[in-house]
């Protein structure tokens, strides 16, 4: 865990969903090998040609934005994937339920948190698998509310997903603190945004969040 920030007067918590809520690599891996199988089907190529164009893109993309990650939706999108095939992909594909079971440690952590702080998600994933997750886990009734990439068909870092969830809580951007596992997505907008920030390397980090916002 690496603690950016975190507000004085912190009202909310913005968490990212995928290897941030759970940890499981290999439901990670799939998430993004199933989109590129379908891109590798469009483009009448081997999935194999596929994945190496895919991190062909994201390491040239790296090597031109200081080592920035980019999305694989927006690695996509530059292969003339539109973010709307990229949204009606995943919500056909994932399945989180074969790779996810009930998390009670995640449960009782965000019972603490709740009693204290509005919580929202903010997920690459339309809202359709990111809820299905959130079952999965077992910790959905804690979050009513889902920007999701069918809510504003934007893909973190864009600004738009993290203008629309403090909107949807009601607070302001000095009173959140964003909680994901990739900076470059989850954190250093946020923190430009004037939000508070903290890496996690995984849900482990999550079940100790209490002990550094409370």
Wanted: charged residues 25%; proline residues 5%; hydrophobic residues 40%.
């Amino acid at each position: 865990m690496k603690i950016y920030k975190v507000p004085e007067n912190l009202k909310a918590i913005i968490f990212d969903i995928d290897s941030t809520l759970y940890t499981s690599p290999s439901y990670a891996f799939e998430q993004v090998d199933c989109q590129v199988r379908e891109f590798a089907k469009t483009q009448g190529i081997s999935a194999e040609e596929a994945r190496k164009r895919v991190a062909d893109y994201r390491k040239k993309f790296a090597l031109e934005h200081n080592g920035s990650k980019v999305s694989l939706g927006n690695t996509l999108l530059a292969f003339g994937v539109p973010i709307e095939q990229s949204v009606e992909w995943r919500k056909q594909l994932l399945e989180p339920k074969e790779y996810l079971s009930f998390d009670q440690k995640l449960v009782d952590e965000l019972k603490i948190l709740n009693q204290a702080f509005k919580l929202i998600c903010v997920t690459n994933n339309p809202v359709l698998p990111a809820r299905k997750t959130l079952d999965a886990i077992g910790v959905s009734d804690f979050f009513p509310q889902i920007i999701g990439l069918d809510t504003c068909f934007k893909s973190k870092p864009a600004l738009e997903p993290f203008l629309k969830a403090v909107e949807s809580l009601g607070v302001k951007n000095e009173e959140c603190l964003a909680v994901g596992d990739r900076y470059d997505m989850d954190i250093a907008l946020p923190l430009e945004m004037g939000m508070g920030g903290i890496l996690v390397s995984g849900v482990d980090d999550v079940y100790q969040l209490h002990h550094n916002v409370l």
